[in-house]
């Protein structure tokens, strides 16, 4: 199980998708996983089937056409059946194939892409759904540990040059772009691997939250290696 002994108490565990589904966020709590040890095997569903750019988008219909081994064809069985399971509780969850994802190197010193940590935002109260049933899998940190990127005075400054309108809209400007979303790790921050095979769910800052939103990125992937993922 993943120990939130030394986490800052930020990782709920639960046992179940229900009690992952009804249990809400409070305190310092902004993650929850509902830990799995799943059978199967998921690098031949990976390996099977066809990349086009560097993300596939895999449905039900598109999986249950792969001709797989007995191995595959549970693996094939697990994500199904999580598909369905967050579709019924009123999720939109996607299962993509990932190569890699584009790089935002419009402003190098400031990247808005997954690879930076950042929050999800909406204006309507939900959750992030995510786990990665094979590859390189996506990471969390304390909010403790990281730094709001634009209140950072250099980088502020850089956003500044950016930015010609007048004084009193600077904070919009910052929120119309999502340079607000993005956080930089302390020196000596502890980023956590969400491993394989879990089904995690974050906090994202919304309107009704009690909790601070969860700091998350995606991961630089293993070379020549693909992953599998399921968000929502």
């Not at 980088?155 to 993005?182: A, M």
């Amino acid at each position: 199980m993943i120990d939130i002994s030394q986490k800052e108490n930020q990782i709920q565990n639960v046992t179940n998708f229900e009690e992952l589904i009804a249990t809400p966020f409070l305190g310092n709590i902004n993650a929850m996983c509902w830990n799995r040890k799943l059978i199967g095997d998921f690098s031949e569903i990976v390996d099977k089937v066809t990349l086009i750019g560097n993300i596939t988008e895999l449905n039900k219909e598109e999986l249950l056409k792969l001709n797989l081994s007995e191995q595959g064809q549970l693996a094939r069985e697990i994500l199904i059946n999580d598909l369905k399971v967050l579709k019924n509780c009123g999720a939109s969850p996607v299962l993509n194939m990932i190569k890699n994802y584009d790089r935002d190197d419009a402003f190098p010193f400031f990247p808005t892409d997954v690879y930076s940590f950042h929050v999800d935002r909406s204006p309507i109260a939900t959750d992030t759904f995510l786990c990665t049933y094979y590859g390189a899998s996506s990471e969390i940190i304390p909010n403790s540990q990281a730094t709001q990127k634009i209140v950072i005075p250099e980088i502020r400054n850089e956003l500044k040059k950016l930015y010609d309108g007048p004084e009193n809209g600077f904070d919009d400007f910052l929120s119309d772009y999502f340079f607000d979303l993005h956080y930089q790790p302390k020196p000596d921050a502890t980023i956590i691997s969400l491993g394989n095979g879990h089904l995690w769910k974050l906090a994202i800052d919304h309107p009704e939250s009690k909790v601070l939103p969860c700091l998350h990125r995606a991961p630089i992937e293993k070379k020549g290696q693909k992953r599998l993922l399921l968000i929502c």
